[in-house]
């Protein structure tokens, strides 16, 4: 655990314009425990590490579920959190699939208003391009060896100062379709942010980097036709006729920031489809990007399939520029949150 002379040298030491997207020791992070049928309200922790048991069912079991939001530093000078909501009722159906304990949207805010309170100094500056990352993980930490569900559970909050998870910003990436993996089972997990669906990402992201391809495709898992998502993110493409197209399937993420981006794009009156994909038409799009919380938007520059590669562009596209300057302008406070969705710390 880093001494708090030395914590003060490393959040002294800040470079805030070129924060990159990796874990960075801070403050505190919060633990709320589940024990006796019941959570207690939580505590902030100097300490980065947990001891469990060797037998906890997160270890053995995969009772392990996460979720990614970010805090900005506004225009106004104050520090909120983006849709924590979404987050919480996403948990909240994580944790439902692990058949663990459900928590209040309330208990969720609380805590992570209280975390990054405590951490409030390392919430990047306004104009530095950084955001505060927040990271909740929700384990099953009771010993079991038979295959059961644990009956402790703990939910820790932890946070960060990052910059861009690709760095260049906005510079348009290659893809590759994944054809001899999956990243989840047709009636699996692929809807709930597990753990073990991050795992299963690991080696056709490997495979995919080694070829010269940052972020991998996946079809879906039961008849490789349609498209689902990016190993970390949600697809989602501007067609030719300017509709904003998402998969509607039941293997892959529901995503706070594309649900946001649709909303956002009707607001711009664009025609929103969510609907099945067909990998044959990859090539009536004009721009296609990868969206979630750690990059926003990353345009695709081209997509390679075992069948034909389908080029959108070295540069990102008007669309896509569009969102994300609407998506980060509310975050950052610089144009009205109309529909609510900042939380003030």
Aim: aromatic share 10%; with cysteine; proline share 7%.
């Amino acid at each position: 655990m880093a001494s708090q002379e030395e914590l003060k040298k490393i959040r002294d030491d800040i470079d805030w314009a070129n924060l990159g997207f990796s874990y960075m020791p801070v403050k505190t992070h919060i633990r709320a425990s589940y024990r006796n049928g019941a959570w207690n309200k939580g505590e902030l922790l100097p300490d980065p590490t947990i001891t469990m048991s060797i037998a906890a069912t997160c270890l053995h079991y995969g009772q392990a579920a996460f979720e990614g939001l970010k805090a900005f530093r506004c225009k106004d000078g104050a520090v909120r959190v983006f849709r924590p909501d979404e987050n919480a009722n996403r948990l909240n159906l994580s944790a439902s699939r692990l058949l663990g304990p459900a928590f209040s949207v309330e208990f969720f805010n609380d805590l992570v208003r209280r975390v990054v309170l405590d951490n409030i100094e390392y919430v990047p500056p306004y104009g530095s391009g950084g955001s505060l990352y927040i990271r909740p993980l929700y384990i099953g930490v009771g010993p079991q060896i038979g295959v059961a569900p644990s009956s402790d559970y703990d939910l820790l909050i932890m946070v960060m100062p990052v910059g861009p998870y690709y760095k260049g910003g906005m510079k348009p990436v290659r893809a590759l379709v994944i054809e001899d993996y999956d990243r989840a089972a047709p009636l699996g997990t692929g809807t709930i942010k597990l753990g073990g669906n991050y795992g299963a990402s690991l080696k056709p992201a490997k495979i995919a980097k080694e070829k010269g391809f940052p972020i991998p495709l996946f079809m879906d898992p039961k008849t490789h036709q349609y498209v689902d998502e990016f190993g970390t993110s949600n697809f989602f493409g501007i067609t030719k006729k300017g509709v904003y197209a998402t998969p509607d399937s039941p293997s892959i993420l529901g995503s706070v920031t594309n649900k946001s981006l649709q909303q956002i794009a009707e607001d711009l009156g664009m025609k929103v489809e969510r609907r099945h994909i067909h990998r044959n038409e990859l090539g009536d799009f004009a721009e296609v990007g990868a969206c979630g919380t750690a990059v926003v938007i990353t345009p695709v520059s081209e997509i390679v399939t075992v069948e034909k590669t389908y080029f959108y562009g070295e540069t990102c596209g008007p669309t896509l520029k569009k969102l994300y300057n609407h998506m980060t302008g509310i975050q950052y406070g610089e144009l009205p949150d109309t529909h609510h969705w900042l939380f003030e710390i």
